[in-house]
């Protein structure tokens, strides 16, 4: 599978469509008892309303859902993707069938309140290290199912992806550590095992284990749930050699001063796993 770097605009619309099949599969069914109600040729004009300012984020996965319930269909995007939207704007106006865009509102909107929450609280934390070093990046704690289109929120939003799953890079972490024998050891087995791996990466939690991952040549080091003078004396040792991320107790209040510290990257689970969706909805217009 593609890192989501290499996914051209292609991949991103066979994406889209791949998550709003599952999704219209589970609202439809066999079919939409309620839409059809209305005439199956009665043409209908609607727009999407932002209830609450808003990165917005989801456009493939909106047009996936309106095209598949009306491929004639029409959207006249007035936000572009990555831009913000002030409360109440317009963000899209679509044309098409009424009975297939009644059909495609849940879907449709479903994505676009997730996927703009993401990118908007992502947008906040790259707000809040701005002049340091730190890049904000994501983790593998995403919604079964959706973690490719979650992973692109957060690209939208300025953060930087990490691993989008076990099989593209390395971390190496405290039970792998302790079940492999030690830093050196683990360390020269994933030499053997993973040459093919993006990166490789692993967490240590005092400064001892740091010297020791250095001396052994990592090249990029989790510091898990350390305090800002041990991050400083982390730093202050690396001098450099390795790439330096944080993880663990990220949050707005503590940001800011976490990524003064120097590291490189800042972990943040929350971007993906506590997200509150934004609000959209679609209203009908006369024609």
């Known amino acids: 599978m593609k890192h989501l770097s290499e996914f051209t605009a292609a991949d991103l619309s066979e994406l889209a469509r791949g998550d709003v099949a599952r999704a219209l599969a589970e609202d439809v069914g066999g079919g939409d008892l309620t839409a059809a109600l209305v005439d199956d040729s009665r043409p209908a004009r609607a727009r999407i309303l932002a209830r609450e300012s808003a990165v917005i984020c989801g456009r493939p996965w909106v047009e996936a859902a309106v095209l598949a319930c009306d491929p004639a269909a029409r959207l006249d995007w007035h936000v572009a993707e ?5 409360a109440d704007q317009v963000v899209v106006h679509i044309e098409g069938r009424a009975q297939a865009l009644l059909t495609a509102e849940r879907t449709a909107l479903n994505f676009l309140q997730l996927l703009s929450a993401v990118a908007t609280k992502t947008a ?5 290290v701005s002049g340091t070093r730190a890049a904000i990046v994501d983790t593998r704690k995403t919604i079964p199912g959706l973690r490719l289109a979650q992973k692109y929120a957060v690209k939208t939003g300025g953060g930087v992806n990490h691993r989008i799953g076990l099989y593209d890079a390395v971390l190496i972490k405290e039970n792998h550590i302790a079940a492999a024998g030690g830093v050196a050891a683990v ?7 993973a040459p093919e791996a993006r990166f490789v990466e692993i967490e240590v939690e005092h ?4 010297d020791e991952a250095l001396a052994c040549g990592a090249t990029m080091v989790l510091l898990d749930n350390m305090d800002i003078p041990t991050l400083q004396e982390a730093v202050r040792r690396n001098a450099g050699r390795a790439i330096l991320e944080i993880s663990g107790g990220v949050n707005l209040e503590t940001v800011h001063a976490l990524a003064q510290t120097g590291v490189d990257r800042i972990s943040i689970g929350a971007l993906t796993k506590d997200v509150k969706a934004v609000d959209f909805s679609m209203r009908f217009e006369a024609l």
């Open 82 to 86: 990555g831009e913000r939207c002030a």
């Open 187 to 193: 360390l020269r087995r994933v030499q053997e095992t």
């Open 124 to 128: 906040v934390f790259v707000d809040a």
């Open 207 to 210: 400064l001892a284990q740091l």
